[in-house]
C-alpha cells in the first residue's frame, strides 16, 4: 500500500480567461493526481522575466501517492489538455497554464527533469504569498527557512494583489462530518487501501483490523475444517478486543473515525466456516459481543466480483491466501450481501468496484466519494 505526501504545486495563466484557466487547471489536478486539501487566495502579479501581461497565480496543496516524475507527466498532460503549447525557447513565455512543483514533504530531487524544491522558490514572491497562505508546516529541506522566513528575505519587490478567494474542491465532500465510517469488503476488495486514504485526507482516526497477528490464517487455507472453529473465534475475540480498545480512545460524537471492518463481518464469515453446530454455538457468544459495539453512522461495501478478486490476492502475494478457491469468495459475498439487505438499522452504502482502481486512478477514487456524499445528502 502506497503512501501519501502532501505536494505543493504553484499555478500561473496570462492568456485568455485567465482565471477559467486556473479554475480548471485546479480540477483537472484533482481529478487526475490527487485530492486537493487546500488552495490559495488568488492573485494577480506582473510578469517575471520578461514583457508581458500579468498573471493570476495561486498555489495549492494535494496528497498523491503517484511518484514524482509521474507526477510530472501528469501535469504536462493538464497543461496540454489547455491548451499549452510549449515551444523550444529558453526564455520566459506567456501561457495560458502553467503549473509548477514548489515541494513534495522534505524531498531534495535533482534530475535532468525535475528540481525539487523548486530552485527558484525563493526569489519570488508570486509563489511565495500563495504558498504561505496554505499554511502549511513545512521547512525548506535545504535552505532550512519556513515559507514565512523566505517571504521577509525575498528581495522581489514585485506588487502582488489579492483578486480573489478560490475554492478547495475538497469542500464539495463532507465525509467528515460523520462519526464513524466502517468499510467492508470481501478478501482482496480493498477496504484497508480506502480506509487510510480517506483517514489521511480527511483527518480521520485509523482503525485497522490486525488480519496479520492471526496464527490460525495460514493454517486454515491449508485445512479449513480442522481450523475453521479456533480460527474464527480467535478473530471474534481480536476483533472486539481491538475495536473497544480502539473506539473507547476517540469521541465518537466529536472524533471522525474509519474502521475498515465491522464487527458484524466475524458473523458472516462463521456462517460461511463453520459446521452447523459450531455455528449455533459461535453465534450464541457473538449476539452477547454484538450489543455492546458501537454501530458506524455509514456502512460501505465494496463489491468486487471474484475474478478481479483472485487478481488482486495473486498481485499482492500473501502466501497463504494463494490457494483461496473462487467458490469460498463466492460465498463470502453472498454472506455480505443477505447480510446487508437484512439489515434495518445500519447505514448501509454498496459500491461496486469491479471495474475500478482507486489506487492508480484518481477518478474512481473520487467516484467513491462521491457515492459516499451522494448517500450522506438523502
Same mark, same amino acid.
Given at each position: 500500500m502506497q503512501t501519501q505526501q502532501k505536494v505543493v504545486l504553484s499555478l500561473g495563466s496570462n492568456q485568455g480567461n485567465r482565471l477559467e484557466n486556473i479554475e480548471n487547471c485546479i480540477q483537472l489536478i484533482h481529478q487526475k493526481i490527487g485530492l486537493v486539501l487546500r488552495v490559495s487566495k488568488l492573485y494577480e502579479t506582473p510578469s517575471w522575466g520578461f514583457e508581458s501581461d500579468a498573471f493570476y497565480n495561486c498555489a495549492l496543496v494535494l496528497h498523491t501517492s503517484f511518484s514524482p516524475e509521474k507526477i510530472l507527466r501528469k501535469i504536462t498532460s493538464i497543461e496540454k489538455e489547455l491548451g499549452r503549447i510549449r515551444e523550444q525557447s529558453n526564455t520566459y513565455q506567456a501561457r495560458i497554464i502553467d503549473i509548477d512543483i514548489v515541494s513534495i514533504e522534505q524531498q531534495i530531487i535533482a534530475s535532468e527533469t525535475l528540481t *525539487?524544491? %523548486?530552485p527558484q522558490m525563493q526569489n519570488r514572491l508570486f509563489v511565495l504569498l500563495p504558498v504561505q497562505d496554505l499554511k502549511l508546516d513545512w521547512q525548506? !529541506? #535545504?535552505?532550512? +527557512?519556513?515559507? %514565512?522566513?523566505?517571504v521577509v528575505t525575498c528581495e522581489d519587490t514585485s506588487d502582488c494583489k489579492i483578486v480573489s478567494d478560490l475554492v478547495s474542491p475538497i469542500k464539495k465532500f463532507s465525509v467528515n462530518k460523520l462519526n464513524y465510517i466502517a468499510i467492508e469488503g470481501n478478501i482482496g476488495a480493498g477496504k484497508t487501501t480506502l480506509a487510510t486514504r480517506i483517514s489521511e485526507d480527511f483527518n480521520a482516526k485509523l *482503525?485497522?483490523?490486525?488480519?496479520?497477528?492471526? =496464527?490460525?490464517? =495460514? +493454517?486454515f487455507y491449508k485445512d479449513q475444517n480442522r481450523y475453521a472453529f479456533p480460527?474464527?473465534?480467535s478473530f471474534l475475540a481480536d476483533r472486539y478486543q481491538q475495536l473497544s480498545d480502539?473506539?473507547?480512545q476517540f469521541d465518537l460524537f466529536k472524533d471522525f473515525v474509519v474502521a475498515d471492518y465491522h464487527i458484524f463481518k466475524s458473523l458472516i464469515f462463521a456462517k460461511v466456516t463453520l459446521q452447523e453446530d459450531e455455528f449455533r454455538l459461535y453465534k450464541t457468544l457473538f449476539d452477547i459481543i454484538y450489543k455492546e459495539m458501537p454501530k458506524p453512522d455509514l456502512y460501505v461495501y465494496l463489491y468486487q466480483n471474484t475474478d478481479r478478486l483472485l487478481k488482486n490476492i495473486k498481485k499482492r502475494g500473501r502466501s497463504?491466501?494463494?490457494? #483461496? !478457491?473462487a467458490e469460498y469468495l463466492d460465498k463470502i459475498n453472498k454472506g455480505y450481501l443477505d447480510y446487508i439487505k437484512s439489515q434495518t438499522d445500519l447505514n448501509v452504502? *454498496? #459500491?461496486?468496484v469491479s471495474d475500478f482502481d482507486f489506487v492508480k486512478k484518481q477518478s474512481d477514487y473520487l467516484k467513491i466519494l462521491e457515492a459516499i456524499q451522494e448517500k450522506l445528502d438523502l
Open positions: *525539487v524544491p %523548486h525548506h !529541506p #535545504i535552505l532550512q +527557512k519556513t515559507i %514565512h522566513e523566505m *482503525v485497522l483490523e490486525r488480519f496479520a497477528d492471526n =496464527p490460525f490464517l =495460514p +493454517k480460527l474464527e473465534m480502539d473506539l473507547s497463504y491466501e494463494q490457494e #483461496i !478457491p452504502l *454498496v #459500491i461496486d
